[in-house]
């Protein structure tokens, strides 16, 4: 798979048809965040690090984010000695599943990307759970590098929910971050490599179609993948 063209594995047949199995749902952007950052700012880099569900859709779809440099799946919330999936996936380490984002604040703003996060990545009113996956592991948690996330994050939170955009109030955990541990690398860039993964046509093929219908000003046809960056 690794010598195929990102443009040939991920098709717009595929996103066509990803795009036909959400629309009953009339998908919708929400309101963007009121606190954000004063300005674009000019430094190279700044990461984000989020939990929304199962990391190959998350890892995915902001692969797909102009503006986005690199995305890692990986384990934030537990220790160094129980990061591994396999204990992870018991739901009692404290991780979950997550993505490490690093963008161009130059381009992409913090809160534009939690908009993302929001309105396509997942459903944030779920509780320990997204679609199929059910867990701890697979909670909705924002994890704030400094003050300037975490205020925007409980902003973002507190308008949404002022605002009655979804139907349940927000579950989205917002907590310190104190480390990222990336996964293993079978878990990396999962949706490229297995784009035929019943998984990932039912659960995570619809996330890019969303982006590219809702906010096409933020959408790269070719996603950023880790073997682009090494």
């Not at 509780?127 to 994050?153: C, H, L, M, W």
Request: aromatic letters at 10%; one cysteine or more; proline letters at 7%.
């Amino acid at each position: 798979m690794k010598s195929r063209t990102i443009p040939a594995i991920i098709s717009a047949a595929m996103l066509v048809a990803a795009a036909c199995a959400v629309a009953d749902e009339v998908p919708k952007p929400i309101p963007a965040p009121a606190l954000d950052e004063a300005k674009l700012r000019q430094t190279a880099s700044e990461t984000a690090v989020l939990s929304g569900g199962c990391f190959w859709g998350m890892q995915g779809l902001f692969e797909h984010v102009k503006g986005v440099q690199q995305v890692v799946a990986g384990y934030s919330g537990g220790g160094p000695s129980t990061a591994q999936y396999e204990i992870v996936s018991s739901g009692t380490t404290g991780h979950a599943e997550s993505v490490k984002i690093t963008f161009d604040p130059a381009v992409i703003s913090y809160g534009r990307l939690l908009r993302v996060f929001f309105s396509v990545a997942h459903d944030p009113t779920q509780v320990d759970r997204q679609g199929p996956d059910e867990g701890t592991q697979y909670r909705s948690d924002i994890f704030f590098a400094n003050a300037d996330q975490e205020k925007i994050a409980r902003a973002y939170i507190g308008q949404l929910n002022r605002a009655h955009v979804f139907s349940a109030p927000i579950a989205t955990r917002v907590n310190p971050l104190q480390r990222f541990y990336p996964a293993e690398p079978y878990h990396q860039d999962y949706l490229i490599h297995n784009p035929d993964s019943s998984y990932i046509v039912v659960n995570d093929l619809p996330k890019i179609a969303r982006l590219k219908a809702i906010y096409p000003e933020l959408y790269r046809e070719t996603p950023v993948t880790l073997a682009a960056v090494h």
